[in-house]
């Protein structure tokens, strides 16, 4: 057993407004069902979107943050960016992507995750709590 933190990294790189093009693909919570399925995207035109974003690619593993008890955990095949209340998790040598994703979606995993919740009425599961489940 380890720690997630150490065989993966969550790879929050930050898209200014200003820097998110046309036609970039976004994806919000709303986008991905519980169990993981990616059911939306939208292409986005410069200037719509208000607030930072992070960016993600094929690589990653998305981890929905904002209730954690839905299982949001999305493998995308695609690159764009998304809500800040989801997480990219990229992977690393040491761990398979799809078995992570698989990891994180088993109904004892997401039950640690909603028990270390924080916040009442939007309750989010903290990185840095979520880098300290044994895996």
């Known amino acids: 057993m380890v720690v997630l933190s150490e065989v993966a990294r969550f790879d929050r790189q930050s898209v200014q407004p200003d820097k998110i093009n046309d036609g ?13 399925r990616i059911v939306g995207r939208v292409a986005v035109r410069a200037g ?4 930072a974003k992070f960016a993600f690619d094929g690589r990653h593993i998305l981890f929905g943050k904002l209730r954690p008890n839905l299982a949001k955990v999305g493998r995308p095949d695609f690159a764009g960016i998304c809500s800040t209340d989801i997480v990219p998790i990229l992977p690393g040598p040491n761990v398979d992507r799809d078995y992570l994703a698989h990891f994180l979606l088993a109904p004892s995993t997401v039950a640690w995750s909603a028990a270390r919740t924080s916040g009442v ?8 709590v979520l880098g300290s489940l044994d895996i």
């Open 24 to 36: 970039q693909l976004y994806l919000g919570l709303e986008d991905i069902e519980s169990g993981g």
């Open 121 to 128: 009425n939007l309750p989010r599961l903290s990185p840095t």
């Open 48 to 51: 719509e979107l208000k607030s």
